[in-house]
């Protein structure tokens, strides 16, 4: 197992991830170390260095490593916690900046700017109708709009949500809940950001999320923040949640029919044998008896088929009657041999 696991460098988006070379007992080679991100496999690299990019603003990832060989692989590393850096905020520029008022039918392409609540936003591609109060990220979170300005320093962001719970969680899906925010100063609060294992997935007006298209048997952790024409509060305390696993396909058997007996049973059995006994030890409760002459000078006695002694006494009858016919067939001859089937 690899040893001495550290990361530096760490921005915004990025961290450097170093450690120990492993080796193998026996003069093996080790011929790859495999990174894992959140408890998922992100690369494998031959040396003992490697550059987690692409990651989000002010989140917290768990890293670890494992070194492989020809025969597999050995335990991850304890993971350690890396804390990306926040977000640069944008600069504070005069409310008349030269950006016009957004609107909602005008087609904004990338670069253009708008205003909206004395806020600046940047169109990062072609966007129209997508509000950039509630559509808004740094470039990489995928949404159509950047903060690049703000008309007054002094503006609130919203508190931290709070009560954030999951339920109704299924192999694919769960809804998330939570209390509203509020903004200091009787501002208003425009929407809230939903984040999965550290990555903005989406933004709704409500208090409520669902979560679909997630892996069966699979942990996650989710987190919320609320959003104003200033910015963003920090996230909450992040929530694990672990998916059901996959329902069982093809039919159920019941666990009756899983019980299987042969249809026949040839087993020699003594005078004395006790049918009773037999019947409460296998469960079994019709039996055929078939009753041969032991000089071979005749054909067959007939088969009779029988019931334990706890079947209803008519059937007990019947086995009596039966029995009695058969030992008259054989009477002459040597004491029969049963047979049960």
């Not at 915004?12 to 026996?26: C, E, K, Q």
């Not at 059901?244 to 007996?261: H, I, L, M, Q, W």
Request: with cysteine; hydrophobic share 40%.
């Amino acid at each position: 197992m690899p040893t001495g696991l550290a990361a530096a460098g760490t921005s915004g988006n990025a961290t450097t991830l170093t450690w120990n070379a492993s080796s193998v007992p026996g003069n093996g080679v080790v011929t790859a170390y495999a990174i894992f991100e959140d408890g998922h496999q992100i690369a494998s690299v031959a040396g003992t260095t490697y550059t987690a990019a692409n990651l989000a603003a002010d989140t917290i990832y768990t890293f670890a490593v494992a070194a492989l060989d020809a025969a597999g692989s050995s335990a991850d590393t304890s993971p350690i916690s890396v804390h990306t850096t926040p977000a640069l905020q944008p600069p504070v520029v005069p409310p008349d900046n030269g950006a016009a008022a957004w609107s909602a039918n005008t087609v904004y392409t990338a670069g253009m700017t708008a205003t909206e609540n004395g806020v600046t936003y940047k169109a990062n591609w072609w966007t129209q109708g997508n509000d950039p109060a509630h559509n808004n990220g740094v470039v990489g979170t995928g949404q159509p709009w950047t903060i690049v300005a703000t008309a007054d320093a002094s503006h609130n962001v919203p508190t931290v949500p709070t009560g954030l719970a999951a339920a109704g969680t299924s192999s694919s899906a769960t809804t998330l809940t939570w209390n509203a925010s509020s903004v200091p100063g009787n501002g208003l609060v425009t929407g809230y950001a939903i984040f999965e294992n550290g990555r903005q997935i989406a933004s709704v007006a409500g208090t409520a999320y669902t979560a679909a298209n997630l892996v069966a048997d699979t942990t996650y952790a989710f987190a919320v923040a609320a959003l104003d024409a200033a910015g963003s509060s920090a996230e909450t305390s992040p929530i694990s949640v672990h998916t059901a696993p996959s329902p069982p396909t093809g039919p159920v058997t019941p666990s009756s029919a899983a019980r299987e007996f042969s249809p026949y049973i040839d087993m020699a059995m003594p005078a004395d044998a006790n049918l009773s006994a037999i019947s409460a030890a296998s469960g079994i409760h019709n039996f055929t008896l078939a009753f041969v002459l032991s000089s071979g000078s005749g054909a067959p006695a007939p088969s009779a088929t029988t019931r334990s002694p706890t079947a209803p006494r008519s059937c007990r009858r019947c086995r009596r009657s039966r029995r009695r016919a058969a030992t008259s067939r054989s009477r002459s001859a040597a004491p029969p041999g049963r047979r049960l089937r």
